[in-house]
């Protein structure tokens, strides 16, 4: 995770949105991602 995110910022990308589990949040805290108030939404086919 850590070279993917050096690899956004070699290419200057300003935004990385992560949808992960309650279980992952300290991880990806440390990692200087931070909740928001906007909730994801996803379709599922039938």
């Known amino acids: 995770m850590t ?3 050096e690899w956004f ?3 200057d990308v300003r ?7 309650g279980a992952g949040e300290g991880l ?8 928001t108030d906007e909730p994801a939404m996803r379709r599922t086919a039938f």
Do not use: Q
Not at 15 to 21: D, F, P, Y
Not at 28 to 35: D, E, K, N, Q
């Open 3 to 5: 070279a993917l995110l």
């Open 9 to 11: 910022d070699e290419r």
């Open 15 to 21: 935004i990385v949105e992560l949808h992960a589990t």
């Open 28 to 35: 990806y805290r440390s990692l200087g991602f931070a909740r």
